[in-house]
């Protein structure tokens, strides 16, 4: 059997996909791979940073972006203010001798180029999507619309991980009704550091679900 490998989307940008990501990627023993970073920190750090230092990841398990981009916004726009065009052929599955975590960027309908979305990228990979979803209040249209979105293109969805405080009738209409696998839930962590988030996925997660 492959190494199992994952697409970490999100129902929008800022919703835990990067933290989510470090802490599947650690449980896993994973490689992870950002293909499109739009916008770096003041010390020109992107979500692979920090991702290797919520995992704890050697550089050898960080895969290089296929694009660094300087703009946090829209990677469509990103991209057309550093006068590139993000291209679907620099966007192939690398080859990894063991698991794959690939975080997306934004929504899965954020727009890479002008006629392209992330979506159908995900759709061509045909890797199963984990969805990270918030718990607060509006997650229940954001999360049944990107279940419908990726539905729409055959895109293969594992389940949904909830980011947030528990709120159990939120988190269950939505699987039911969008009849998609529960994954579990990260609570909000007070320290974002690798013991305390491997604990909380330990807690909130089981590894069979991933494969592993
Ligand atoms: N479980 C958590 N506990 C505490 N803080 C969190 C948690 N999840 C996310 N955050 C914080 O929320 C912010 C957004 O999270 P994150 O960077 O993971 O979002 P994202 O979905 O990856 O965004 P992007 O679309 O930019 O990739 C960050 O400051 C992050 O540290
Ligand atoms: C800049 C941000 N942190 C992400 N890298 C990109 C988010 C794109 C969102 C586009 C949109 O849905 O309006
Ligand atoms: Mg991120």
Not at 17 to 40: D, E, H, M, N
Not at 63 to 89: F, M, N, Q
Not at 109 to 124: E, I, K, M, N, W
Not at 166 to 186: F, H, P, W
Request: aromatic share 6%; with cysteine; proline share 7%.
């Amino acid at each position: 059997m492959s190494a199992p490998a994952f697409v970490v989307t999100g129902t929008d940008t800022g919703v835990g996909k990067t933290v989510f990501a470090a802490a599947l990627t650690a449980a896993l023993g994973a490689s992870y791979w950002k293909p499109v970073q739009a916008g770096l920190d003041a010390d020109g750090r992107g979500d692979s940073a920090e991702v290797a230092r919520l995992a704890g990841l050697s550089d050898r398990r960080i895969l290089p972006e296929s694009y660094v981009l300087h703009t946090p916004c829209s990677p469509h726009l990103a991209a057309e203010i550093d006068r590139t065009t993000i291209v679907p052929e620099r966007l192939a599955l690398p080859e990894t001798d063991g698991p794959l975590v690939i975080e997306g960027a934004g929504g899965a309908l954020v727009p890479l180029t002008r006629s392209l979305l992330y979506a159908d990228v995900f759709a061509h990979w045909q890797v199963p999507a984990i969805i990270v979803a918030r718990t607060a209040l509006g997650t229940i249209n954001h999360s049944l619309l990107t279940i419908e979105a990726l539905r729409a293109r055959a895109v293969p969805i594992h389940g949904i991980a909830f980011v947030g405080d528990a709120n159990e009738d939120s988190e269950a209409t939505i699987c039911e009704m969008g009849e998609v696998a529960r994954l579990g839930r990260l609570p909000r962590l007070e320290r974002l550091e690798p013991t305390p988030l491997a604990i909380a996925f330990s807690r909130g997660f089981r590894m069979e679900d991933f494969g592993a």
